[in-house]
């Protein structure tokens, strides 16, 4: 893996047609850090990680991961891990078998490729489903196994969307743990509706509405600003209102 | 090495996904079944009804010329083409056995024949009135009249000692004196088994974007040309058992094959290739496999039409490529598919005289794979 990335969006916008989706945004990631990126439906969110991984084209602006594109990044490809909202994965291959098959696409070696599957597996608690075909899971199963495919190429930046939607409380505790434990080594950014989640996990929040970034500061400092026992999910009505998304 | 994880990957799908399988590789092997019964059931075997007004010359008692060309056509015995001539009492039996298909033409032998025989034996110049009916819009009436009028015109000739100022000397191609219509319709029906790669080809390419694990790829960045070329490898082996598997059961239903097994092979490989490559085309207009499913139905319905396989089909000619008609059936490599196997298979062909249609089907194949390619990568895999 490499060192820790800082993410720069520059003056990053999208239209589609009339709808301005993303707006001039600009977005600092610290190195190592868990940024939670919350927003209504519709804010902007997926947008705006699209283009940070490359599968959307700006309009205006630039992503850069310590100070280079995507593209001048030695081996940009195997930079980023992407951990969809919905589950992506192949139905019929086993856990292992789409493991393994994602890492060769990144150039990893079979046989590294599948140790490190074994290892991913065995930590998010999937070791006994490793030969199980994927559309034999459970939904959490899933959901796990979509967080490790997002992982087994090693990336310096991990873009987490809703990873607990779905989870039981235990494995909810389980990924809370997990992504924990990534901080540091990996530049993470974690997109939910979930106050509860992004508060425990996140570094920093940034509030994003109507494509434009409302806010980014600590969630404890986001608290404190509208006042004591304040919870963030009060924070985040007293920014993008009560009134509701399409 | 990418490509082969993306073979491997592929291949495991296509073996788990049983009855996408089980359904286009049985799909042509099927058929044959249905065409052995077809032809089994409607095998040549004609049947001529004769109706003699004719009686015994009154002048010569021993002369009945009529009822001796009546035993001479029940006596016929064809090596080729199985005929039999059957007396009838009158002409509405015969007539009615034409119409309910259990005769497929009638001769009448006129009355006053043996007295018009014995006349042309003085040395007189007559015109026997024979009549033939049957069915005209029937092949089986046309094959029936003409030997009938054979057979009637060798018997006159013999009776009267005639000799024509010719003679035909009928000369096979190939192995055609030993083909029947089954034989003649393997070529197609293995042609089909390659046609079925439409589908099961378009699916697994479609069903990466439908299922989006087409983003897992696209992050990583794998090239569209190798992902396509691993997926399109599995369709070629999945065409080829099938194609065996067609070619094993035309031989077990009666099919000698014949002609050169690796340039059958070199014609198959490259037929399932074409129809892959125009897979492509359908996965890339489409987002879905149930949209695979009905807008294949069209393409489906060109291929075997045009390669032949049920309906023998002659379009306006295009151009020509070393003396080869490109009609417009052309269009779908399938056609030329059909016109190479039936030239390896049944008139043992070497490359040097299927080059045309090999030609044009690489052609149409690079065609179908670049619009495909474009049209797939354009919206299903296109990365900034």
């Known amino acids: 893996m490499l060192n820790p990335i800082k993410i720069e969006a520059i003056n990053l916008t999208k239209r589609f047609g009339e709808l301005m989706a993303v707006d001039h945004i600009n977005l600092e990631v610290n190195p190592g850090e868990i940024l939670g990126f919350l927003g209504p439906n519709g804010a902007g969110k997926t947008t705006a990680i699209r283009m940070f991984c490359g599968l959307l084209k700006p309009d ?32 019929r291959l086993t856990c292992k078998e789409q493991m393994v098959f994602t890492g060769e696409m990144y150039n990893l070696p079979r046989k590294l490729a599948k140790s490190r599957s074994l290892d991913l597996l065995e930590q998010l608690g999937l070791s006994s489903q490793a030969g199980k075909q994927a559309r034999r899971l459970s939904g959490g199963m899933k959901r796990r196994l979509n967080i490790a495919l997002a992982l087994v190429h090693d990336p310096a930046v991990l873009f987490l969307d ?13 990924m809370r743990e997990f992504i924990t434990g990534l901080a540091g080594s990996r530049t993470v950014i974690l997109t939910t509706h979930n106050m509860d989640e992004a508060d425990r996990l996140s570094d920093r929040v940034a509030i994003i509405d109507e494509g434009k970034i409302l806010r980014v500061d600590t969630p404890e400092n986001l608290k404190h600003s509208i006042g004591t026992n304040s919870t963030l999910e009060d924070v985040f009505i007293q920014l993008t209102g009560k009134k509701l998304r399409t | 090495m990418k490509l082969l994880a993306v073979i491997r990957k592929s291949f495991t799908e ?26 089994k059931s409607t095998a040549l075997n004609l049947q001529v009804s004769v109706v003699n007004l004719d009686s015994q010359s009154a002048g010569h008692r021993d002369a ?12 016929v015995k064809n ?20 119409r309910n298909k259990q005769a497929h033409a009638m001769i009448i032998i006129p009355a006053g024949f043996s007295d018009s025989i014995l006349f042309k034996r003085e040395g007189g110049n007559v015109r026997v009135p024979f009549e033939l009916s049957g069915n005209l819009t029937e092949t089986n009436y046309m094959i029936s009249a003409i030997l009938g009028i ?25 192995l055609s004196s030993k083909l029947n219509d089954f034989t003649l319709a393997i070529p197609g029906l293995l042609v089909l088994a390659t046609i079925m790669l439409m589908f099961s080809g378009a699916i697994a390419f479609v069903v990466e974007p439908e299922k989006k694990t087409m983003l897992r790829l696209k992050l990583s960045r794998v090239r569209p040309v190798t992902f396509l070329t691993g997926i399109a490898i599995v369709q070629v ?73 049920f309906f023998s089909i002659q379009g306006a000619t295009l151009f020509t490529l070393g ?13 030329h598919g059909t016109e190479a196997l039936k030239q390896v298979l049944i008139y043992q062909a070497g490359i040097s005289e299927i080059w045309p249609q090999l030609v044009s089907i690489s052609g149409l194949t690079i065609i179908y794979f670049l619009i495909g390619y474009w049209i797939y990568r354009k919206r299903h895999m296109v990365v900034f």
């Open chain 2, 79 to 98: 090596d080729t083409i199985p005929v039999a001539f059957n007396e009838v009492s009158d002409r509405a039996t015969a007539e009615e056995q034409v």
């Open chain 2, 150 to 174: 054979t057979y009637v015109s060798g018997y006159i000739n013999s009776v009267t000692g005639t000799l024509e100022p010719y003679h035909f000397i009928e000369t096979p191609a190939g």
């Open chain 2, 323 to 335: 003396g080869y008609a490109f009609t417009i059936p052309g269009l779908m490599s399938t056609y």
């Open chain 2, 237 to 309: 082996l999945v065409g080829l058992v099938s194609i065996l598997l067609t070619l094993w059961t035309s031989y077990l239903f009666g099919f000698d094959f014949s002609g050169s097994f690796w340039l059958f092979l070199l014609v198959c490989v490259l037929t399932c290739l074409s129809v892959i490559g125009f897979s492509l085309i359908l996965a890339g207009v489409t987002k879905s496999v149930n949209e695979v499913l009905v807008v294949g139905n069209f393409p489906l319905f060109l291929f075997m039409f045009f390669s032949g396989t």
């Open chain 2, 64 to 75: 009945d010329f009529g009822k001796e060309l009546l035993r001479y056509l029940e006596s």
């Open chain 2, 14 to 39: 296509q073996i788990r996904q049983v009855w996408i399988l089980l359904l286009t590789i049985s799909m042509a092997p099927f058929f044959v079944g249905i065409f052995y019964l077809i032809y």
């Open chain 1, 60 to 91: 205006e602006g630039v992503v850069l991961y310590n100070s280079q594109s995507l593209h001048q990044f030695p081996d940009g490809k195997s930079l980023l891990g992407v951990c969809p909202q919905e589950n992506v994965h192949w139905e």
């Open chain 1, 162 to 174: 809703e990873p607990e939607a779905g989870l039981d409380p235990q494995s909810r505790v389980l």
